[in-house]
């Protein structure tokens, strides 16, 4: 059973900086792409950022260019999401994606994570 | 303007069809992309329905009923997810989704009350 298991989110003043995680489980990590999606209070989706499944290929949202850093650890079966200059319009539920084809960077994201709360707020 | 547009609120009653819209912005062509659908309960992650491109060309996620299907209309420049048989469990937001440009694109959202 596919698992990811979202983590690090929290309370971070305005200007601050945050290291989300996400812990998968149940499929082979190295082969497949990961993304983040959020979710404002009471809004729709957002895509924040993709990884590819070797990690040498990132996108990101033109929100979160240059502030946010996507990356991977095989070895720990772990995706990240290094996030700086935090505003309070990034205040969301950072969610994990996994990719729906194996090595296919633009497939369906197809499995979900439960989310981590990011809230920005002095 | 969106690169996708859905109606922000459905009504259907139960038994009934829905018929669910996402129309890509004028410009961006619907033959050639691949869109997907997702719906969200509150309180839970989205879970993946279902992706359409073509009748030849399509996958239903794992365990998603057949009830839930996709299609296009070309004419209007839009992805389509129907749900027959609509069943009090099916009330949820839904939202669809493509690649475009480098980067994964939500529509807004559709609503969907069955009452």
């Known amino acids: 059973e596919v698992q990811l298991l979202e983590s690090g989110g929290g309370l971070v003043q305005p200007g601050g900086s945050l290291r989300l995680s996400c812990a998968a489980s149940?499929?082979?990590?190295?082969?497949?792409?990961l993304s983040w999606v959020r979710q404002a209070p009471g809004k729709g989706l957002e895509w924040v950022s993709t990884?590819?499944?070797?990690?040498?290929?990132?996108f990101y949202a033109d929100s979160v260019k240059g502030r946010f850093t996507i990356s991977r650890d095989t070895s720990q079966s772990t995706l990240y999401l290094e996030m700086s200059s935090l505003r309070a319009d990034d205040t969301a539920v950072y969610y994990c994606?996994?990719?729906?084809?194996?090595?296919?960077?633009?497939?369906?994201?197809?499995?979900w994570g439960q989310g981590t709360l990011v809230t920005v707020s002095s | 303007q969106a690169v996708l547009t859905q109606p922000s609120s459905l009504s259907a009653s139960p038994g009934a069809s829905a018929s669910l819209t996402c129309t890509l912005r004028?410009?961006?062509?619907?033959?050639?992309?691949?869109i997907y659908w997702y719906q969200q309960k509150p309180g839970s992650p989205p879970q993946y329905l279902l992706s359409y491109k073509s009748d030849s060309d399509k996958e239903q996620g794992s365990g998603v009923p057949s009830r839930f299907s996709g299609s296009k209309d070309a004419s209007a420049n839009a992805g389509i997810l129907l749900i027959s048989g609509l069943q009090s469990e099916d009330e949820a937001d839904y939202y669809c989704?493509?690649?475009?440009?480098?980067?994964?694109?939500f529509g807004g959202g559709t609503k969907l009350t069955v009452l």
């Open positions: 004028s410009g961006i062509n619907v033959v050639t992309y691949r």
């Open positions: 149940g499929f082979t990590f190295s082969n497949y792409a």
């Open positions: 990884i590819s499944y070797t990690g040498a290929t990132t």
């Open positions: 989704m493509m690649w475009y440009s480098s980067a994964w694109v």
């Open positions: 994606a996994k990719g729906g084809l194996v090595y296919i960077t633009t497939s369906s994201l197809d499995h």
